[in-house]
């Protein structure tokens, strides 16, 4: 059983469509990510919060919209995306500083149509 | 330059036997620690094993190990015994400034592994 929770684990939406991912971590981290993978490229970082504030947006289209309410809870909203995001968005979490491992969760499986 | 560079994208290995997976990264920062997932199919990144630039030791987990060679600038993960659930997508990561709370994870391509009988 992983400490980073995913939801839902598969989603399929129309470009003109509204949806959100949610992410969950157990273990009293207090900084989390989100990651997009597509296929055939490496993991890029889109967005780090840490202490519940943004210190970190890889140039990610507004389409995107993260949203971080407490340290244990990461949403990643989603409006008129392109057929282009569709991917693996992995949320991940850890302690701020210092030496601690990035733990992710399952993934969320997102295809635009 | 890039930053974590794997450069096989696919390896076979027989079941028992052990295998070596490739990685080398380039950083200018003196603190930094390097890591290790296994991705199966169904998409979960699962964390293995981590080194820390300062560790005077390889780090080890059970059958897994990280072969690293500082002034070579490489941290190969090496898996003994391989098992048919080893067979998964493998990722080496850099996290740098850590003294800093460096908090960006760089990932490399992968190395596809398959154990075959």
């Known amino acids: 059983e992983t400490g980073v929770t995913q939801t839902p684990r598969h989603l399929v939406m129309g470009m003109t469509n509204k949806k959100s991912l949610k992410c969950e971590q157990h273990l009293g981290h207090n900084a989390m990510y989100w990651y997009k993978q597509s296929a055939k490229k490496p993991l890029e970082l889109m967005f780090v919060?840490?202490?519940?504030?943004?210190?970190e947006n890889n140039s990610v289209p507004s389409r995107f919209s993260p949203e971080c309410p407490n340290s244990s809870h990461l949403f990643l909203h989603l409006h008129t995306l392109q057929p282009e995001d569709s991917a693996l968005y992995l949320c991940?979490?850890?302690?701020?500083?210092?030496?601690?491992?990035?733990?992710f969760g399952e993934g969320s499986w997102l295809t635009v149509v | 330059a890039q930053k974590i560079t794997q450069t096989q994208p696919g390896m076979f290995v027989q079941e028992k036997e052990a295998v070596t997976l490739d990685c080398t990264y380039d950083t200018s920062d003196p603190s930094y620690g390097l890591f290790w997932y296994k991705q199966p199919s169904s998409g979960e990144m699962i964390f293995l094993i981590y080194q820390g630039s300062y560790d005077q030791q390889n780090a080890t987990e059970g059958r897994y190990s990280l072969n690293f060679q500082k002034a070579r600038k490489s941290a190969n993960l090496v898996i003994s015994a391989s098992q048919l659930g080893d067979s998964a997508m493998y990722f080496c990561?850099?996290?740098?400034?850590?003294?800093?709370?460096?908090?960006?994870?760089?990932f490399g391509t992968g190395t596809q592994l398959k154990v075959e009988l």
């Open positions: 990561a850099m996290r740098e400034g850590l003294t800093g709370g460096g908090n960006k994870l760089t």
């Open positions: 919060y840490s202490l519940e504030e943004r210190v």
């Open positions: 991940a979490s850890s302690q701020v500083k210092g030496w601690h491992t990035i733990y």
